[in-house]
């Protein structure tokens, strides 16, 4: 059973950061991709960042990411990643890593961010 387990999100003041981590039970190398998605309180469940290693590798953001946010994998520790700086209030919410493992999408549980203002 494929496992992605998100960690690292918090309480954080506007304008602070925070690194959002996802913990792959799997080789992070063999998703041919990987996202990031946010989730505000209410909302629906939006894309924010995106790393695809087939068929090139590409690395792609929200324009609300865009400048603010950046995807990674670390592949020595299968864990993919989410450094999110300047944030604002409307960055609060869940965000939830997503992969795509041999054909099969998988999500993880969520993370809560808060931006208190």
């Known amino acids: 059973q494929v496992q992605l387990v998100e960690s690292g999100g918090g309480l954080v003041q506007a304008g602070g950061s925070l690194r959002l981590s996802c913990a792959a039970s799997e080789n992070i190398d063999s998703f041919t991709v990987m996202y990031w998605f946010h989730q505000a309180p209410g909302g629906q469940r939006e894309m924010l960042a995106v790393?695809?290693?087939?068929?090139?590798?590409?690395?792609a953001y929200a324009e609300s990411a865009k400048g603010r946010f950046v995807i990674s994998r670390d592949n020595t520790t299968n864990t993919l990643y989410l450094q999110m700086n300047n944030l604002k209030s409307g960055d609060t919410g869940v965000y939830y890593c997503?992969?795509?493992?041999?054909?099969?999408?998988?999500w993880g549980q969520g993370t809560q961010v808060t931006v208190s203002s």
């Open positions: 790393d695809r290693t087939f068929p090139v590798k590409a690395l």
């Open positions: 997503n992969g795509n493992f041999r054909g099969t999408e998988y």
